[in-house]
């Protein structure tokens, strides 16, 4: 009997079916291959103001003692909350990240304390990856499922933000892990047990993922959905939901109210939502639309196939489900508008939603190409795919460069030529990763005139990239060291 088109795409999804679990840790392996380039790099690439400040914390913890309630960094300035900081006390996030960078570095004593921070990013994303297929698999079957991994580990973007030392692609882990186990627990628990493990393993995920970044809230959308698909409207009457929300959200709240006592270390924050007035402006769409999503994620030719999942046919539940990833981060981005635009690592926490939407409808461009001609869907589904991932590397490859080489070498002869506990004036324009380099307390900007800069406590001031009229302040101040790379002068001695 002759195949039919419908059977021919039954075939091939038999075949896959054999190779799953193996194509799974395949691309699990590659992620993780792909992930180590330029592993050993300094923090000085794309966006490495926030990485540093990340890092900071954590060497602050290897260096000083795990004083988790006051963590701190090397920045002194008032640039970020407006008040002077003496103390480099940094509150933004639970610094659970932190003490995972800080505690494999001190307890395994290899590597660098920037290396164990990527690979803490590393392993979480992949582990995303893992929760991603398992979720997609469970209501949409294996193809769909292996589909979405593959591209939230291969799409070029997150490619790069997967391991940088930053504590959104932990919280992206951490949410998945709590959908995954509150489907398993709304699933498999007739009872709904609160002391059933699988509920605990949700429960512990989203407290994990609020700590680490509070945006996780936005993400818990489809735990609500899960929740009125199980119970409809009376969902709101299970106090065994209400006790979930309740304990989720707790320790976010006490870290909030303890932070308050020092609010010398909290950055401003406020304008994230729509301090420039951007939101759902045209050049809102623009950026978020074009640049960030078409150009950026899906390298254009991508497109096509996040555009398939839209006319894939759905049975009404599962639309919702799917649904209530992509609406999770519409409200995202239009809540926090000038963060995400002004910010592509804010879009780290869209990606599953994306690597969903690709998935659903690579399957879709494979089902459909199958029922014209064999291997049809397959062919357009690959060159699509190849052709995005191309162009979006081509896009993304320069995050990688350092980009300011000067601040490497500034910053080792400052921590080769300066004592320890010195204090050093380190300016580049308010970012912090020139100071980074240098391990030392200080300013990361002329944030005072000098002379009272040096009654704060300053002891040395370090220029980069040095022009001719910054050898003028030798006349006032003693030059340690000059070379075309950087300036360093001794505020307390003469010429």
């Known amino acids: 009997m002759p195949l039919t088109k419908t059977t021919t795409f039954m075939q091939l999804s038999k075949k896959l079916l054999k190779w799953e679990i193996p194509l799974l840790i395949l691309f699990v392996i590659l992620g993780f291959a792909v992930r180590l380039y330029r592993f050993n790099g300094p923090i000085a690439d794309w966006h490495s103001w926030r990485q540093a400040d990340t890092s900071a914390v954590s060497r602050n913890f290897a260096n000083n003692g795990f004083d988790i309630l006051h963590p701190r960094f090397e920045d002194l300035s008032n640039v970020a909350s407006g008040l002077d900081n003496p103390q480099g006390y940094r509150f933004v996030e639970f610094p659970i990240y932190n003490v995972l960078q800080a505690g494999f570095f001190k307890l395994f004593g290899v590597l660098t304390i920037e290396e164990w921070g990527r690979l803490v990013t590393i392993f979480s994303s992949l582990l995303s990856s ?3 297929y398992l979720i997609i698999k469970k209501r949409f079957g294996s193809l769909a499922g292996l589909l979405s991994a593959f591209f939230f580990i291969f799409i070029p973007f997150n490619i790069y933000y997967s391991r940088t030392i930053l504590p959104d692609p932990s919280m992206v882990m951490a949410t998945l892990g709590s959908i995954y186990f509150f489907d398993k627990w709304l699933r498999e628990d007739l009872r709904f047990r609160i002391y059933d493990l699988r509920f605990i393993a949700s429960l512990v995920f989203m407290i994990a993922a609020l700590l680490l970044k509070p945006y996780a809230a936005f993400f818990a959308l489809p735990i609500v959905y899960l929740a009125f698909e199980k119970f409809g409207w ?12 309740i304990i989720s959200f707790a320790p976010l709240l006490a870290w909030r109210l303890w932070m308050q ?6 950055p401003a924050n406020s304008w994230l939502f729509n301090g420039n007035g951007i939101r759902f402006r045209p050049s809102f769409f623009y950026w978020l639309g074009y640049q960030r999503l078409t150009l950026l994620i899906l390298g254009i030719f991508a497109v096509p196939v996040f555009l398939a ?6 049975k009404r539940e599962d639309l919702f489900f799917a649904g209530s990833f992509a609406l999770s981060a519409i409200i995202y981005v239009s809540v926090i508008a000038t963060g995400n635009v002004q910010h592509d690592y804010y879009q780290i926490l869209v990606i599953p939603a994306v690597a969903i939407l690709l998935g659903l409808g690579g399957e879709e461009i494979i089902r459909r190409g199958e029922k014209m001609k064999k291997y049809l869907g397959v062919f357009v589904f690959l060159l699509l795919t190849v052709l995005g991932l191309a162009v979006g590397w081509n896009q993304i ?12 070498v500034a910053g080792q002869a400052v921590n080769k030529l300066t004592p320890k506990n010195a204090k050093v004036i380190a300016p580049y324009d308010g970012d912090t990763s020139f100071l980074y380099q240098t391990q030392r307390n200080g300013w990361a900007s002329f944030e005072k005139p000098l002379p009272q800069l040096i009654q704060m406590g300053a002891d040395y001031l370090v220029l980069v990239n040095p022009k001719p009229p910054d050898y003028n302040i030798g006349k006032t101040y003693k030059i340690v060291s000059a070379t075309k790379d950087y300036i360093l002068f001794n505020l307390h001695e003469k010429p």
């Open 309 to 314: 999942s839209f006319i894939r046919k759905y």
């Open 234 to 245: 009376k969902f709101v009457l299970k106090w065994q939901l209400w006790l979930y929300l």
């Open 397 to 408: 490859r320069f995050y990688f460069d350092i980009n300011n080489p000067s601040i490497i």
């Open 261 to 266: 006592q020092y609010p010398q270390g909290i």
């Open 130 to 132: 893992v929760f991603l």
